[in-house]
């Protein structure tokens, strides 16, 4: 039996009065390790095309979990991610669900990504790219419409330069504070830490001070810590970059 990589893209699981999709897709893969069903590498959040054309909660945002899976498993993940959705999804959400293996993501469907961010689509347009593609795709509850933000989750999510981390092993634990950059790396399964211009922070002993509101980036298909040099002028002190800046990926 053999480990499969694989992405979940899911849309639409709230109302006004409800959780957000984040929230429920890391509680999901919360449940997913706990039953040992699928290790999670992950989680990212994916803006796409805010339009009056386009119904949408708040923000018209989607997410992807990368996860690893035994083979056998896969017809359990699926029925999981299911009966979860079904069992959660806010009353009027119009839940979508993709399960896409994460090296078969071909160009069509991560253009398919991108243009979602600017372009509208209909049902139809997502559900015939991942029949073609041979991706699950199916919506759960009321109109389905969020299997188009699902697709486009996984498309962005496999493109690797788009969306924030939602969920990453010991961000949520993490207290805001200074870290030498290798005890930050330990704690985290943050990959790499560098400026907006992308310069490295590699020293191990760099010094990089967290806020309440750090979020690595997905960049080069790695969870990024955005920082900048603080204002002492000393060689080895970082900071995160502002809020505003984190929102705009």
Not at 96 to 121: Q, T
Not at 131 to 138: A, D, P, T, V, Y
Request: aromatic share 6%; glycine share 10%; with cysteine.
């Amino acid at each position: 039996m053999h480990t499969i990589d694989l992405l979940i893209g899911i849309d639409d699981t709230d109302n006004l009065e409800s959780r957000g999709t984040g929230f429920r897709v890391r509680e999901l893969g919360r449940l997913l390790t706990e039953n040992r069903i699928a290790r999670v590498f992950g989680i990212t959040r994916h803006q796409l095309f805010v339009s009056p054309l386009i119904p949408y909660t708040s923000h018209n945002s989607s997410a992807c979990m990368a996860v690893a899976v035994e083979s056998r498993e896969m017809e359990d993940l699926t029925e999981f991610c299911r009966d979860y959705l079904l069992r959660e999804c806010a009353e009027g959400s119009d839940a979508g669900l993709c399960i896409a293996p994460a090296g078969e993501v071909c160009a069509d469907v991560r253009d398919f990504g991108r243009r979602a961010k600017s372009e509208v689509f209909t049902q139809q347009d997502s559900r015939s790219l991942a029949k073609r593609s041979g991706f699950h795709l199916e919506g759960l509850t009321g109109d389905q419409g969020g299997v188009i933000g699902a697709l486009a989750a996984v498309g962005l999510r496999a493109g690797g330069n788009d969306g924030r981390y939602i969920g990453l092993r010991g961000m949520r634990e993490l207290e805001p504070g200074d870290y030498p950059l290798s005890r930050l790396q330990e704690l985290t399964d943050i990959e790499r830490v560098q400026t907006v211009e992308g310069i490295a922070v590699s020293d191990s002993g760099a010094i990089v001070s967290m806020s309440e509101w750090a979020r690595p980036v997905l960049l080069d298909g790695k969870a990024v810590l955005l920082v900048e040099k603080t204002n002492d002028d000393t060689n080895d002190r970082w900071r995160v970059v502002p809020k505003s800046v984190i929102k705009a990926y």
